[in-house]
């Protein structure tokens, strides 16, 4: 296999056996490939002078944690990595979908071994999907573990290069992915709450292998990346090659001009950012703006989806000409379906000229249960002495709050539930009016409501456990924010509770809270 001598003292005895037990564990030595001239641009590449050109405009990180896959390009970054001097260890992400994958895993970590770094292997189970082919699923799933792994100050290295650039942007042109797709991957940007790099997107696979070459480095190589039905490799050994037969800069255009339009996405975002800055806007809907046009409204709804909802889908035109007729009301009579799903998970809900983009098919139990979970409480230690103006403003547009009529809050039963879990009470049946009106005011969506949040608190000493019931409020406010049948309150001795909209939000997708 080419294996050097200092190299082989370094391998340890399962990585070895390794070699032996699975044919398809193939090694590389870049002294077996014919000469290539040296590149002087990565034969001189610096990690701190690329970050200087890239400046980190949010919280820093102090430390890195790089993909590991044993490949060519991942094992040119690991050197140049370890040869930077900045804090970073490696991960191996294991896919289990091939029978060498624990081998290429033994593999990186006697490279690391051998090299003093810090490795570890996160196992993932990929489960095929109708919807989605096996490499969207497989890198969903391994960026989901990578993303998992890392602490709180650790930014992501990935080893993308120049030929992977072209490939996506390619990959993305065959299919309407619009501008979010043909501008293909940013070298450095900022995505749940940590930085992604990949400082090797400007240079060719040919470039990183004169590095291999000039520094002895030995790799991996997975013989999934030779069949063509995969449309990557399809791409990358049928189709590209046409291209630089013509035009032998091909790749590079590709990837320039995929670099043009991330410029030309920044400056729609800065606009986009900039005319929701003065409109009241969340995570989790969009109000229609009159005074936009449709194609200002369609980049608004492209960066709430991605940027501030966060959720990385596309638009087709089939959308849009929902959205024209129920957003936007373009037709006389509206018609057809109320809700149009966006993919396999999502769909979209328009209710009072807001934009909804939800989860459906959820299983109502583990709602409810989220419900229940809710960290609800946060009580002051001081009395409030002076009685709270019903002019106040708002405290946090992220909150739901209310003040609750305590003495001593150690005297008080409390529980969080959902709104359908109290249909057979009293309370309920006698404050339906009230209730329609709290939802409208709020403009609280019919899907909303039956997981509205509801507390339930008895005061022993006041009440002898009779049950009262409050509806918390959409935002957190300085006055009483809560539906009651009491009237007979003390005003003056009062607590605040809390609940986060990221936990209610989570609670209404069923989703676990952490």
Request: glycine residues 4%; charged residues 20%.
């Amino acid at each position: 296999m080419g294996l050097s001598v200092a190299f082989q003292a370094t391998m340890s005895l399962s990585s070895m056996n390794a070699l032996a037990t699975y044919p398809f564990y193939c090694l590389h030595n870049a002294q077996l490939f014919a000469p290539i001239g040296l590149d002087s641009a990565l034969a001189t590449f610096s990690l701190s002078q690329w970050f200087l050109g890239h400046r980190q405009t949010e919280k820093p990180a102090s430390a890195w944690v790089l993909a590991l896959s044993g490949g060519l390009d991942s094992v040119v970054l690991l050197d140049l990595c370890r040869r930077s001097g900045i804090p970073f260890r490696a991960l191996y992400v294991d896919h289990q979908l091939q029978s060498a994958s624990s081998a290429w895993g033994a593999f990186c970590q006697d490279l690391c071994a051998a090299w003093g770094i810090e490795f570890a292997v996160l196992k993932v189970k990929v489960e095929p999907s109708q919807q989605q082919g096996l490499e969207a699923v497989a890198r969903k799933a391994r960026y989901r573990a990578l993303t998992a792994a890392l602490k709180e100050n650790e930014g992501l290295f990935t080893a993308h290069h120049q030929s992977d650039q072209a490939e996506t942007f390619l990959l993305n042109a065959l299919r309407p992915s619009g501008i979010y797709g043909l501008a293909a991957m940013p070298e450095l940007f900022w995505r749940q709450s940590h930085w992604h790099a990949r400082p090797l997107l400007a240079f060719t696979r040919a470039q990183l292998l004169a590095y291999a070459q000039q520094h002895q480095l030995q790799w991996v190589e997975d013989p999934s990346n030779q069949d063509t039905t995969y449309q990557r490799n399809w791409l990358r050994q049928q189709l590209l090659p046409h291209f630089t037969l013509r035009v032998p800069q091909a790749e590079a255009h590709f990837a320039q001009s995929a670099g043009h339009l991330q410029e030309a996405l920044v400056l729609l975002q800065r606009r986009a950012a900039e005319q929701l800055a003065t409109q009241a806007v969340s995570p989790f809907f969009l109000s229609s703006y009159p005074n936009l046009d449709w194609i200002e409204h369609k980049n608004l709804l492209q960066y709430w989806l991605r940027t501030i909802a966060q959720f990385k889908v596309s638009l087709g035109q089939r959308h849009y000409d929902w959205l024209a007729q129920h957003w936007f009301g373009a037709s006389a009579s509206l018609s057809g379906r109320s809700e149009y799903r966006l993919d396999h998970t999502l769909t979209l809900r328009v209710y009072r000229q807001r934009l909804y983009v939800v989860r459906y098919r959820l299983d109502r139990q583990k709602q409810l249960n989220a419900i229940r979970q809710l960290p609800c409480l946060l009580f002051s230690e001081h009395r409030c002495d002076q009685k709270p103006k019903r002019s106040a403003q708002p405290v946090s547009s992220d909150l739901l709050g209310f003040y609750l009529p305590v003495e001593r809050p150690a005297q008080l039963s409390l529980q969080l539930v959902a709104l359908v879990e109290l249909v057979d009470t009293s309370w309920y049946r006698d404050e339906r009016k009230k209730r329609k009106h709290f939802f409208q005011q709020h403009q609280v969506p019919p899907w909303e409501r039956p997981l509205w949040p509801v507390l339930c608190w008895s005061d022993a000493k006041q009440t002898q456990g009779e049950v009262r019931y409050a509806l918390l409020k959409p935002f957190s406010c300085a006055t009483k924010g809560f539906m009651h049948r009491h009237d007979d309150l003390d005003e003056h001795d009062e607590c605040f509770a809390t609940v986060s909209w990221l936990d209610l939000w989570r609670a209404w997708q069923g989703e676990d809270l952490p």
